[in-house]
């Protein structure tokens, strides 16, 4: 039986472009009108997680030639205190996009403070205002993974319309968004989740397969159609021969090879291009308040 070759989606070269254009981008901001696009990020406790990604992001937005505002709160602190930063921030006029590394600790109400920042500012777009728009297909800022997704999609495959998408995860950061996405990009979207019958069944059943449930390996070779496009979301950390650890998708990417048509790898897929798109949306943000086109 002749198997098929499965291309590698290379997130991480794609997203290297995508930030080389968005620098050039803000070269000619800063030259032409004098404006610098600034993004704060604000993190509240010492998830060692959180604060990797946080380190990051601060790195990529210097390297892009944006301005970079870090905030680190102790785990303890009020939601009075987070929710007042946040309107200190929506205040700023050097500030145009506004982070809050999730999750927040337990105490805090994660929706009441997101719901804060200026949602001309909201470059996660977990405002419910841009919630809202992208559900009714109003121009907004649209979460950074699923966009990322769909950038990576479009580029692999070209025109989406007619295909069968699955979405196997229902988070509001990922899964919801990037159905509606696909959505605007005319596929047929099925939404699946931990508690979805025939899983595999469903699963088989997509041209698109996009894997958002944060459980390592979850999704099995068996389950996806030949040729099919995998996107994989998850970053998993789970222990590795001689008590290492490594990272690791949702999707089981050696079972994967020689049936998908194309996937992702974690690391170096999904990853790299949700940082390349939360620097679009500030450069989006920066321009919409300036009145820079
Ligand atoms: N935590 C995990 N992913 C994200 C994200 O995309 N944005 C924010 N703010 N927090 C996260």
């Given at each position: 039986?002749s198997?098929i070759?499965?291309?590698?989606?290379?997130?991480?070269?794609?997203?290297?472009?995508?930030?080389?254009?968005?620098?050039?981008?803000?070269?000619?901001?800063?030259?032409?009108?004098?404006?610098?696009p600034?993004?704060?990020?604000?993190?509240?406790g010492?998830?060692?997680?959180s604060?990797?990604?946080?380190r990051n992001?601060?790195?990529?937005?210097?390297?892009?030639g944006?301005?970079?505002?870090?905030?680190?709160?102790?785990?303890?602190?009020?939601?009075?205190?987070?929710?007042?930063l946040?309107?200190?921030?929506?205040?700023?006029?050097?500030?145009?996009?506004?982070?809050?590394?999730?999750?927040?600790?337990?105490?805090?109400?994660s929706?009441?403070?997101?719901?804060?920042?200026?949602?001309?500012?909201?470059?996660?777009?977990?405002h419910?205002?841009?919630?809202?728009?992208?559900?009714?297909?109003?121009?907004?800022?649209?979460?950074?993974?699923?966009?990322?997704?769909?950038?990576?999609?479009?580029?692999?495959?070209?025109?989406?319309?007619?295909?069968?998408?699955?979405?196997?995860?229902?988070?509001?950061?990922?899964?919801?968004?990037?159905?509606?996405?696909l959505?605007?990009?005319?596929?047929?979207?099925?939404?699946a989740h931990?508690?979805?019958?025939?899983?595999?069944?469903?699963c088989?059943?997509?041209?698109?397969?996009?894997?958002?449930?944060g459980r390592?390996?979850?999704?099995?070779?068996?389950?996806?159609?030949?040729?099919?496009?995998?996107?994989?979301?998850?970053?998993?950390?789970?222990?590795?021969?001689a008590?290492?650890?490594?990272?690791?998708?949702?999707v089981?990417?050696?079972?994967?090879?020689?049936?998908?048509?194309r996937?992702?790898?974690?690391?170096?897929?999904?990853?790299?291009?949700?940082?390349a798109?939360?620097?679009?949306?500030?450069?989006?943000?920066?321009?919409?308040?300036?009145?820079?086109?």
């Amino acid at each position: 039986m002749s198997q098929i070759e499965t291309k590698i989606i290379d997130g991480k070269a794609f997203a290297a472009g995508l930030v080389e254009s968005i620098r050039a981008d803000v070269a000619g901001l800063r030259a032409s009108r004098g404006i610098q696009p600034g993004l704060a990020v604000v993190l509240v406790g010492e998830d060692a997680a959180s604060q990797v990604y946080v380190r990051n992001k601060a790195k990529q937005t210097v390297l892009a030639g944006m301005h970079s505002l870090e905030f680190k709160l102790p785990a303890e602190t009020p939601e009075p205190e987070l929710i007042a930063l946040v309107k200190q921030l929506n205040a700023d006029p050097k500030v145009h996009g506004i982070l809050v590394q999730l999750p927040l600790p337990g105490h805090i109400d994660s929706s009441k403070v997101l719901d804060t920042i200026n949602p001309d500012k909201d470059v996660d777009g977990f405002h419910i205002i841009n919630a809202g728009r992208l559900a009714v297909g109003l121009p907004g800022l649209v979460p950074c993974t699923p966009l990322g997704c769909v950038m990576l999609l479009t580029e692999a495959l070209g025109d989406l319309s007619g295909l069968n998408a699955v979405v196997v995860g229902r988070s509001n950061i990922v899964g919801k968004p990037v159905a509606q996405l696909l959505l605007a990009q005319n596929c047929t979207v099925t939404i699946a989740h931990s508690r979805s019958r025939n899983l595999a069944e469903i699963c088989r059943g997509a041209d698109i397969l996009v894997a958002a449930v944060g459980r390592p390996e979850m999704i099995k070779g068996h389950w996806i159609k030949p040729g099919a496009t995998v996107i994989d979301v998850g970053i998993n950390r789970v222990p590795a021969a001689a008590g290492k650890t490594k990272l690791v998708g949702d999707v089981a990417f050696d079972e994967a090879q020689g049936i998908a048509g194309r996937i992702t790898p974690v690391p170096g897929g999904v990853g790299p291009m949700t940082i390349a798109c939360l620097l679009r949306n500030t450069l989006t943000a920066a321009k919409r308040i300036e009145g820079a086109g």
